[in-house]
């Protein structure tokens, strides 16, 4: 896709400027998200049976609609399969995506085009907003290393016909346009066409062609799974004998999905690829549901794509009323699904930065006890 320069800017602002706008009035934000989205449940005779209609305010829709997680979902993904979309999605499914499994089972999904559409607008916010915020267009005129897991692996039935479906990551990559003249290297049907293994082997095989194909290009950046990038870092350096800083002038890291970036990542990140800016992005197959604002080593919520709550200690809250220090569960409702248990545990830094800081398993919420005690004492 390549625009004129003035086109080209529009677009760009056109990405961004929601997201800036939501971040100045989070509450208005959230609550026209709100009133667009039941508007979509009512679609749905999920929404019907919790009557989606009635919804004013955040207040309704607490009342109305129960939490979920994936595996109650998972009875309305089979009568998706059957056929019946309108079961539980307010648009029938483009396409069925699986998740990587990192903290368990592999979890399999149907997506539709207004969520892939989300996918692309919030996935593009961490690069164009590090663009305009550094004045460094070349980050938006080169190639981007794809490091993506593949897009076809595996075969199911549904709606009568046999459907292929493979990571979300590699879908996403395949589906989505890139900005201007940026574009993936190597092409996700490239990696796709190497298997669709994710053992040391079938990884190396990835690294290899995603080495030979960008060794004599301009590549500028990085954009994928924070270990998977790390890898393919060790993976140069110990078959080439260089390091990708040596191959490539990198503008930017952009990492998501593992908790620590920052510090536990980046240092190590920095010795295979130079002094180079890491972008933070919270994103899940689910959804890109943040990404790093400036300087500072957190998140900043999509207010105007997402409707965030938390679980805390003193009870349910919206996201953006959480105080700094206070942390809990978080739930989601997107286009797909309302009041979903994502799993994730997140912190309020203050004035709408954030931080995920792991699972909600038992021993992460004691650690983080464990860690808020310390803080204060320090204090």
């Not at 896709?1 to 602002?13: I, R, V």
């Not at 989606?52 to 309704?60: F, R, S």
């Not at 699986?98 to 690069?127: D, N, W, Y």
Request: charged share 25%.
């Amino acid at each position: 896709m390549h625009l004129s320069a003035k086109t080209g800017a529009d677009f760009l602002q056109q990405i961004v400027n929601p997201w800036y706008e939501a971040l100045q009035n989070p509450a208005e934000a959230q609550q026209q998200v709100l009133k667009n989205l039941v508007k979509g449940y009512a679609k749905t005779l999920y929404g019907k049976k919790h009557d989606a209609l009635d919804v004013k305010g955040a207040a309704d829709f607490r009342a109305n609609f129960p939490k979920v997680n994936y595996k109650e979902l998972c009875p309305y993904f089979e009568e998706v399969k059957r056929g019946n979309h309108t079961i539980i999605l307010s648009e029938p499914p483009l396409c069925w995506v699986m998740t990587r499994g990192s903290t368990g089972p592999a979890k399999v999904f149907p997506v539709t085009k207004t969520h892939i559409e989300q996918i692309f607008i919030c996935g593009a916010r961490a690069l164009v907003n590090h663009a305009l915020r550094k004045d460094d267009f070349e980050l938006l005129t080169g190639k981007i290393l794809n490091l993506n897991f593949p897009s076809t692996v595996t075969t199911m039935d549904a709606s009568g016909q046999k459907i292929t479906y493979g990571y979300s990551s590699g879908t996403y990559a395949k589906l989505n346009p890139m900005l201007n003249q940026v574009s993936l290297l190597p092409r996700q049907e490239e990696i796709d066409a190497l298997g669709p293994g994710i053992a040391k082997p079938d990884w190396e095989r990835r690294f290899e062609l995603a080495y030979e194909r960008a060794l004599n290009e301009r590549v500028v950046a990085a954009m994928g799974v924070t270990p998977v990038i790390l890898s393919f870092g060790r993976y140069v350096n110990r078959r080439h004998g260089r390091k990708p800083k040596d191959l490539w002038n990198l503008r930017a890291l952009v990492c998501t999905s593992v908790r620590k970036i920052q510090f536990k990542y980046g240092p190590v990140l920095r010795k295979y690829f130079g002094e180079v800016p890491i972008v933070e992005m919270y994103s899940a197959t689910e959804g890109v549901f943040a990404q790093q604002l400036d300087d500072l080593p957190y998140v900043t919520p999509n207010y105007d794509k997402y409707y965030f709550e938390v679980e805390t200690g003193k009870g349910l809250k919206m996201l953006h009323e959480l105080k700094r220090g206070e942390w809990g569960r978080l739930i989601i409702s997107s286009c797909l699904f309302p009041r979903y248990d994502i799993g994730d545990m997140i912190e309020a830094m203050g004035k709408n930065y954030f931080r995920v800081f792991g699972r909600a398993k038992i021993l992460t919420i004691l650690e983080h006890r464990l860690y808020r005690l310390l803080f204060r004492w320090f204090l």
